[in-house]
């Protein structure tokens, strides 16, 4: 079974418009964390935000949130007032507690954003 | 610069032949990951190093590859007698602490490996 499921190959958004991308993911350890990334057609991956499976709240960065639902095993991420700088490929990833990281982060197949003017 | 640097961004190679791949790590980052990414797809792990131990491998796709970590820093993974499916995007990422679940992963820039 895959451990992290991003459902949306492509998506188009207006720009201005608040924008989520889907992301479950699968785990049996209590202790795990989630981050979101994005890779601009440049190449590079870029780090946008992390929760942790104990934290009580969202997180937030700027225009990012997570919204963190446990019990679905969500962990959608918002980008609120989307920019056409927003336009990039979107990955959530997932490390489990157990390995104390030694697997790094296990990958979704991600999401392509298009922000339309 | 601060960030995970490697080298080359671009290789282009025949088939058949041995390739090595570079990775810097940010300064003081004990932790080091090499991952490929495929045309369109995400990412595949591939070997892990922290510190001077031994590295996880257990991703690496055939005994072809391999890596080394020097010195705790520069990695280097070679890839032997190269395949047309071994083009890729090589990503090297390091991060500050492998036993907390919230540092993340820095990446460099990839190295795009192309196999003729």
């Known amino acids: 079974a895959q451990k992290i499921t991003q459902t949306q190959p492509g998506m188009f958004v207006q720009e201005k418009e608040a924008v989520t991308l889907d992301c479950t993911y699968d785990?049996?350890?209590?202790?795990?964390?989630l981050f979101w990334y994005k890779q601009p057609s440049s190449g590079e991956m870029i780090f946008l935000i992390y929760q942790g499976s104990y934290d009580q709240q969202n997180a937030t960065e700027g225009r990012y949130s997570l919204n963190f639902q446990k019990a679905r095993k969500s962990a959608n991420l918002v980008i609120s007032a989307s920019q056409l700088g927003d336009s990039a490929m979107y990955f959530c990833?997932?490390?489990?507690?157990?390995?104390?990281?030694?697997?790094?982060?296990?990958f979704g197949k991600g999401t392509h954003l298009i922000i339309q003017p | 610069g601060a960030g995970v640097s490697q080298s080359p961004s671009n290789k282009v190679t025949e088939k058949g032949k041995d390739v090595e791949l570079r990775c810097d790590p940010i300064s003081g980052h004990t932790a080091l990951y090499w991952y490929r990414q495929s045309l369109g797809q995400g990412l595949e792990f591939l070997i892990y190093?922290?510190?001077?131990?031994?590295?996880?491998k257990s991703g690496l796709p055939s005994d072809r590859f391999s890596a080394e970590r020097t010195g705790g820093s520069v990695s280097t993974l070679t890839i032997q007698r190269t395949q047309q499916e071994d083009s890729a995007v090589y990503l090297c990422?390091?991060?500050?602490?492998?036993?907390?679940?919230?540092?993340?992963?820095?990446f460099g820039n990839g190295t795009r490996l192309t196999v003729t």
């Open positions: 990422a390091s991060s500050s602490d492998r036993t907390t679940n919230n540092s993340p992963l820095h």
């Open positions: 990833a997932m490390r489990e507690g157990s390995r104390g990281g030694a697997d790094g982060l296990t």
């Open positions: 190093f922290q510190g001077n131990s031994a590295p996880d």
């Open positions: 785990t049996s350890d209590p202790s795990y964390g």
